[in-house]
């Protein structure tokens, strides 16, 4: 089914998604690039579905029409997402492992690692367009930040955007900035705050105040849970999360 899901996004089979490997199933398969008549259609198959999920930026191994784990993956969320129109977001335990793994703020490493205050900052689109959250009148299309999270960055956000799309985003408030970069101190202490390196952000602070447990703060219900996976998949420390106060900020340093 997967497969005729696949040739029919392609505009290639019309036929019913039945599962069934008929001839205008086959004879869909037969006009992908590359694809050889004369190998086995279990090959054929593995092929599609690796095909499949590279176009979507699945790792499902490469296209050698040879079924492995991987293929097996790629098949299992390409099936899920047929199903349910978006990516699989249950993940696997050796998954959990963050791919970054940043300084402990305040310490030597964070300094090292960052360098000096309003230094290494860089631009970058954000994948969505955000309302400024103090001024819902304005919009930022870009995102000041550090060299060093740039990427990670885009990725999160990207990563919110397809899993929440445009309209959840809106409702849920995910698209309310309060800001990035900012040359400041910590708000209430004498320690400079991870803002004034580019490597924290505030989203929604009229819902999620700083001084809010998880009995007031918006971004504590469950609906959220989707959003800070994203952001623990790259790493990011929401202090909600860890600490249960400042539920508006997520940065790229440990505490
Ligand atoms: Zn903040």
Redesign the pocket.
Known sequence: MVVQHLLAEKGLYRGAIDGILGDNTLAALHQIEGMDPRMPNTRKIATMIQLGAKEKGIDGGPVDGLWGTQTQFGFEELAFIFQHGRRRTTWRPEEIVPANRWPKQNTPEFLEFYGNRGENLVTIPAPFVLKIAWDLRLKATKITCHRKVAESLTKVLEDVRDTYGENDINSLRLNYF??AFNNRPMRGGTLW???AWGV???FDPDRNALRWGRDRAAFAHPVYDEWWRCWEDEGWVS?GRRRNF?W????AAEV
Do not use: Y
């Open positions: 309060g800001g705050s991870t803002h924290a952000l505030d202090l400042d508006m900020h997520v940065q």
